[in-house]
């Protein structure tokens, strides 16, 4: 059956409305209807509304807004209906109120005009700062004050953008030329070198005739004219634009080769599209429905896409090319058809499958021409036309009234006695009906007698002409409210040309019209504005010659009107270099420019001069208007302040200390070089860059709070802090003050940084040697008490050993047991032993020369200490084994002092293997180049971890429990090394065990 899912999407589809000529013709107009005030209207109004300065007038007794001119508004991001409910309070932010509020009762009493640097705030929030020039007046009894805006920002912006438009001619891509009154070429750019050897031209040569004779008439009509040339295979496109005044012609060239090939071909397939359309018909066929035999003439093919040959003329052919959703309800027509024996032809609307796969519309009609004494159908005859393009209007109306229903403008279609058969709801709702109520009803019905008069007269020239554009009617609503409609119409004709339907649009144009006469009213309250301005107000026209002055002008330079510009204001014979109201003329833009001008008196003054184009409705040039300011005394302070600048620039430059300012997102705003220097980045780079793209996380977090917290509180500190610079850790003294503006704001903060990282580096140094005396004291403290302890035991042990051996001598002679015998023998050699361990504390103690004092042997040493510490290895299942130590060569060195390095080395082993099996240390011996030993004591024991084999040296350090060791035999032993004239290191490894090295010279007895 019929795809009407499919219709209804295709329907759905919206298309821009834009497109509608009609309609932008509409808009053009109503933008027209808003200019048509008279030329000085419309002159005071443009200069109003397009100075390059904002306009505002504000109530002096209660600082609200009485206009503003519309570059005020768009500075400040209102509309101008907007800021009439606004005053000062509203444009500027609450913290400098204060300042602004007594500048602008300043101005309103005249004691000043120039309020400079005033904050003002846009509708989204965001501040710039402007130049307030004010002046007050009076208008009906009260007080106003008129400020003009200056944003400096905007000016810079001007000034880059005619920068750029000086370079335009010769970077262009497409030729540029430039040719006087008389044919002769003065200027052309790099893209015309084909042009210029096409033409066997040169600078200062004349144009060939017939573009000399364009040329010279587009100079005297004043009107853009176009010329086609075709230069070496390319086809370009001359536009000739005069410039009347200076009897200049400025010629634009586009290469449109590529476009005119697009043309042709173009115009060849419309010719094989046209020739295709007047060979359609109709496609024939004729179905035997007993033998289902089917005949198809050749326009069945070719209406498909197919040569006649390609394409079957079966039934079958024809039903499997049937779109899927249509073949049911195909069948079902032609069945109920010949099943009732209808004596009229059936229709239907299908779609068939072309040879590219895509479906086109086709009308089918078919009758039955025969049938059997039965009644049963036996042959049926018909036709198959292409609709496709007919669907395609269909869906283009569908999508038309799809698109009108909800459009913001009224749509109306009537037939040709007025009656209406289609209205949109914006239509409607302009004569306060709706779109149900107006349907079916006459043109008379919502009209007056004296407007249907008007509405007949429309009716009449639509007929005739088949449009009309830009036609105001007043029209009355079903309240009796009367409005201005902007209609346009059109006449709908049928495929014969005949007309059938009248359609319309209006557009509610009251309330610009209402605009106008507004607008009118105000002419008079411009011109007072104009009048009182402080700035120079001229206007000129095309040629250069003065229009208008404003009295500012007339009591600076007195009456010029009439006069050249440039002999009234310069006292020049021709237009100035660089005159902003040539730019203007050139390129339809505002300029800006700034001069240095000889008053009457014989005072210099500077000038700064805005330049915008003055247009017609039309949107063409017809004058220029210029504003410009004083701005001498601004040139002076610029000159004092960046003298100033220069100064601070250089000292703070040339300063030994890190200077940066930062703002309170941590974000660089200035670095002086040095910060640079000691950065190690390039002097390009640091703009934009914060702390922690600069300083690693710690310490940027650590700094950026310091700072934050000057900028908020407004006081400076001082502070001692670490930071790292270039993977280094440094140390500053940091001054940290708040930077302020003009009015004393914080807002930035000044750090101040000296690198004191070798003064601290010398108090920890210091430090570290008062650290260590104190540990030499106490280590000599330590011997003291050894000696005095030593020689305090000495004496009773000497007494106990006598009494012992006394008692001995007794008992032999007397006889005695012999178990009391051999306990006092056994006492005797713990005595014994006693005083041997009393005579090594004597010896520990005792202060060794620090001379080599003999020849020694360390084999003999070696085993001496072995066999002194046997017991105590003994007792923990410990053993030591010496290798290769009596093949070592003797060496000079204190005796006692051997003796000591390998006590300590050895019982440091035994205390560290805690008692466990399996435990051992060897001692072994190597003779090295240079007249050097190496002493190996390698042990089992576990090992030293590494946060403590890193102080293993040092004085009283010990792992061991509190009471079980001092601290102080591997000290001893670096000392002894040291003193010795060698060298000693540690290996180990936290689990396996740990080696001593020691690297002892071999001195002979001279050495």
Not at 55 to 70: G, P, R, T, Y
Not at 639 to 663: N, Q
Not at 748 to 761: G, H, M, N, P, S
Request: aromatic share 8%; hydrophobic share 35%.
């Amino acid at each position: 059956m019929r795809d009407r899912r499919n219709t209804e999407a295709e329907s759905s589809r919206e298309t821009d409305i834009s497109h509608n000529p009609s309609t932008r013709d509409e808009q053009t107009e109503i933008q027209r209807k808003k200019q048509q005030p008279q030329l000085c209207d419309h002159i005071f109004e443009t200069i109003f509304n397009n100075t390059a300065d904002g306009i505002l007038v504000a109530d002096v007794e209660n600082k609200s807004f009485f206009m503003a001119n519309a570059r005020l508004s768009k500075m400040l991001l209102y509309s101008s209906n907007e800021i009439k409910n606004l005053g000062i309070i509203d444009i500027h932010p609450e913290k400098d109120l204060p300042y602004v509020m007594e500048q602008f009762s300043l101005q309103a009493r005249g004691e000043h005009s120039l309020a400079k640097d005033i904050p003002v705030m846009r509708k989204d929030g965001t501040v710039f700062y402007a130049d307030v020039n004010s002046l007050p007046i009076t208008l009906d009894g009260r007080k106003f004050l008129i400020g003009i805006f200056r944003d400096i920002s905007d000016r810079k912006k001007a000034i880059e953008q005619i920068n750029m438009l000086a370079r335009f001619p010769s970077e262009n891509p497409n030729p540029v030329l430039r040719i006087s009154g008389d044919g002769k070429i003065l200027y052309a750019n790099q893209a015309c070198s084909d042009l210029l050897e096409f033409w066997n031209c040169e600078i200062g040569n004349i144009l060939p005739p017939e573009l000399s004779d364009t040329a010279t008439k587009s100079l005297k009509t004043a009107e853009l004219q176009r010329s086609e040339i075709n230069c070496g295979g390319k086809i370009y496109e001359l536009v000739f634009t005069p410039i009347k005044n200076v009897k200049i012609i400025n010629i634009y060239g586009y290469d449109i080769t590529e476009h005119k090939k697009a043309e042709d071909a173009l115009k060849q397939s419309e010719e094989k599209f046209r020739l295709a359309m007047e060979a359609t018909n109709d496609a024939l066929w004729d179905w035997n429905m007993v033998t289902d035999e089917v005949y198809r003439n050749p326009r069945h093919a070719t209406m498909l896409g197919y040569q006649p040959k390609e394409l079957s003329t079966s039934q079958e052919e024809w039903e499997k090319r049937i779109h899927p959703d249509d073949k049911d309800y195909v069948f079902q027509i032609i069945e109920e058809y010949a099943k009732n024996e209808r004596t009229n032809p059936f229709e239907i609307e299908y779609r068939l499958k072309t040879k590219t796969g895509d479906y086109i519309w086709v009308l089918g009609r078919g009758k039955i021409v025969s049938y059997n004494n039965e009644g049963m159908p036996l042959r049926m005859i018909g036709t198959n036309t292409d609709i496709n393009e007919r669907k395609k209007t269909e869906n283009e109306l569908k999508k038309f009234k799809a698109i009108a229903d909800r459009a913001g403008y009224g749509v109306g279609i009537c037939n040709l006695k007025g009656n209406i058969t289609y209205v949109n709801k914006s239509m409607a709702q302009m004569y306060e009906t709706t779109t149900e109520e107006a349907m079916g009803k006459n043109l008379s019905f919502f009209h007056s007698k004296e407007q249907l008069e008007n509405v007949n007269r429309l009716n009449k020239k639509l007929i005739e002409k088949g449009n009309y554009v830009f036609e105001e009617l007043w029209r009355t609503g079903k309240s009796g409210r009367d409005f201005c409609a902007l209609m346009n119409g059109t006449l709908i004709k049928d495929s014969k040309g005949q007309p059938q339907l009248m359609a319309c649009t209006a557009i509610d144009i009251t309330e610009h019209k209402k605009m106008e006469e507004e607008l009118f009213k105000e002419k008079n309250r411009l011109q007072s504005i104009l009048e009182v301005m402080d700035s120079f107000v001229t206007i000129r026209d095309l040629n250069y010659t003065i229009l208008y002055q404003n009295e500012a002008v007339m009591r600076l330079l007195g009456n010029q009107i009439g006069k050249k510009c440039y002999k009234a204001y310069e006292r020049k014979e021709s237009i100035c270099e660089g005159c902003p109201v040539e730019l203007a003329y050139t390129d339809g833009k505002s300029h800006i420019s700034e001069r240095k001008v000889m008053l009457p008196s014989g005072k210099w003054i500077y000038l700064e001069n805005i330049a915008n184009p003055m247009r017609d409705a039309n949107g063409k040039i017809f004058a220029c208007l210029e504003v410009a300011t004083d701005v001498t005394e601004r040139k002076k302070a610029a000159d004092t302040l960046r003298e100033s600048e220069e100064k601070y620039r250089t000292l703070v430059e040339s300063a030994g200390e890190a200077i940066a300012t930062v703002d309170a997102n941590g974000r660089f705003l200035f670095m002086n070089q040095t910060a640079i220097k000691r950065l190690g980045i390039a002097p390009e780079n640091y703009m934009g860059k914060t702390m922690w793209d600069l300083f690693p996380k710690q310490y940027a977090d650590n700094q950026a709070s310091d700072i934050q917290q000057v900028i908020k509180s407004g006081q400076g500190m001082n502070r001692f802090v670490a930071s790292e610079i270039q993977g280094e850790q440094r140390w500053y003294n940091t001054t940290i003050e708040p930077l302020r503006d003009a009015r004393g704001n914080v807002i930035a903060a000044t750090v101040i940084a000296r690198d004191i990282t070798e003064i601290k580096q010398t108090h920890e140094k210091l430090d570290r040697y008062r650290e260590e005396m104190a540990r030499a004291e106490q280590l000599a403290s330590v011997g003291t008490l050894s000696a005095t302890a030593a020689h305090e035991l000495t004496q009773p042990l000497t007494v106990i050993r006598l009494l012992i051996e006394n008692a001995l001598k007794k008992l032999e002679t007397i006889g005695s047991d012999q178990a009391i015998t051999e306990k006092l023998k056994d006492s005797l050699d713990e005595v014994s032993n006693i005083t041997s361990v009393v005579e090594r504390l004597r010896r520990f103690a005792r202060k060794t020369s620090g001379k080599i004092s003999k020849e020694v042997d360390l084999y003999l040493v070696a085993s001496k200490i072995i066999n002194l510490l046997y017991g105590s290895a003994q007792q923990t299942g410990f053993t030591i084994h010496p290798e290769n130590m009596e093949k070592l060569p003797h060496i000079y060195s204190n005796d006692k002092d051997m003796e000591q390095l390998f006590f300590s080395l050895i019982d440091n082993a035994i205390q560290a293997s805690q008692n466990k099996q399996n435990r051992k240390l060897i001692i072994s011996g190597t003779c090295l180049k240079n007249k050097q030993i190496e002493l190996s004591f390698r042990d089992n024991c576990g090992g030293i971890s590494t946060e403590n084999l890193e102080r293993i040296f040092e004085p009283f350090f010990t792992t061991k429990p509190p009471g079980q060791g001092t601290g102080l035999g591997l000290c001893i032993v670096q000392d002894i090394v040291s003193r010795a004239g060698g060298k000693i290191r540690v290996e180990s490894k936290l689990g396996e065990g740990t080696t001593f090295i020691i690297i002892l010279p071999i001195n002979d007895e001279d050495a």
